[in-house]
């Protein structure tokens, strides 16, 4: 009787537990489930930067290059300078062209003292004469600008000669009695600039008394007289050089390249902020003496921090994702590092991962591009992968 009581509790036990094995499984299989659902959502980005690409602005020959692969740079620091060779040609045709002109003008002027004495004609005479004054007092200007560039081009050649100089007097490389040449030339060319800014100055003030001076005089007289053909040809010419003079003085500021942000010297090759942040070293810097065409990459220079994480989502999960989220990254590399942050945009197509982020070399993968603020108390590298994950 007894016997047949334990047999009894003992299946009741047996059915009792049953349940509860069960629910257990389920739960475990749930959490699996759910483990490997959630490990699904983890992408694989990478961290980068600002990247700016420095071009040459003409076609010539590389003066200097200050800078090595991997030097650190701040802004505003002179990086390469572009052989003045071209420009100074240029110069001295625009020198021919004035020269022209003024022997134009001379010639006008010489036959305006022959002409008669009826009033028309001196009328005519005396506005003509206000007229090449004014035209006179641009052509020296033009000459004066001409000094004045071909004088910055030649001082800021003497100030690097000067830069030169000073290191290698400091590693007695050569006698400071160059140096001081060097410097006397740099002073010289300095004050020329500062006497032909001055002179500019007052020329402006004259072609605004002699312009005055014509209109005055055209409205004291009876009619204006019709338009000297020979003195527009000669006005148009003077424009021309004008604005060839000036496109030529906003030539000479781009010879000097300065680095447009605090960085680092990198170099690009094809295309690609990615490139230039998988393959930085793959070529070195460019050399003085290289000659270069106009719009050529010359070097590349990287910020030295990541910005973004550019992270690729599956074609399939894509859909799950949008601005605003919120997501962990975590560093794939020591010393381990977790922070939170939120996804900034997300690109519109999806395109080819870069193929360092391929399972397999031999199988090209496909993603959606989701770009990530990088926290500022994260330590990463430009390059440097990042797990993904949302939450």
């Known amino acids: 009787m007894k016997g047949q009581q334990n047999q009894g509790r003992s299946g009741r036990f047996r059915l009792g537990i049953l349940p509860v094995l069960i629910w257990v499984l389920a739960l475990g299989a749930t959490m699996a489930l759910f483990w490997e659902r959630a490990g699904g959502y983890e992408w694989v980005g990478i961290a980068g930067g600002q990247v700016y690409q420095l071009a040459a602005p003409i ?27 071209v420009l100074m040609a240029q110069m001295e045709t625009f020198r021919s062209e004035i020269r022209r002109l003024q022997a134009e003008l001379k010639t006008l002027q010489d036959d305006l003292s022959l002409q008669g004495q009826d009033l028309t004609i001196r009328w005519m005479e005396s506005y003509r004469r206000c007229t090449v004054d004014v035209e006179q007092i641009r052509v020296q200007m033009l000459e004066v600008k001409t000094q004045l560039a071909t004088d910055r081009v030649l001082r800021d050649d003497a100030e690097l000669e000067v830069n030169v100089l000073k290191g290698l007097v400091a590693k007695g490389a050569v006698e400071p009695y160059e140096l001081q040449k060097a410097e006397a030339l740099y002073h010289s060319y300095a004050a020329s600039i500062e006497q032909n800014e001055a002179l500019l100055a007052e020329l402006e003030d004259h072609l605004v008394e002699a312009r005055a001076r014509k209109e005055q005089f055209a409205l004291i007289q009876p009619q204006v007289p019709p338009a000297d053909h020979q003195i527009e040809m000669i006005q148009e010419a003077i424009a021309v050089q004008e604005g060839y003079i000036a496109e030529l003085m906003a030539q000479q500021e781009t010879l000097v390249l300065r680095s447009p942000s605090d960085g680092v010297v990198v170099q690009i090759q094809g295309k690609a902020n ?39 989502v599956r074609e399939q999960d894509a859909h799950h994702v949008k601005a605003g989220m919120a997501v962990e990254l975590r560093k794939r590399t020591p010393p381990s590092q977790v922070a939170q942050s939120q996804v900034t945009s997300v690109g519109p197509v999806v395109e080819q991962l870069p193929p360092r982020l391929w399972v397999s070399p031999d199988f090209p993968e496909w993603g959606r591009p989701v770009m990530i603020k990088v926290p500022p108390h994260m330590d990463l590298l430009c390059g440097e992968q990042v797990s993904v994950r949302p939450f």
């Open 59 to 85: 076609t010539g020959r590389l003066k200097t290059v200050a800078v090595q692969l991997f030097d650190p740079v701040s802004r505003g620091q002179v990086v390469a300078t572009l052989d003045d060779a």
């Open 274 to 312: 990615d490139a230039a942040l998988r393959r930085a070293g793959e070529s070195t810097v460019r050399r003085p003496g290289e000659v270069v065409a106009e719009g050529e990459p010359l070097l590349t220079i990287a910020s030295r921090e990541p910005s973004e994480v550019i992270a690729y």
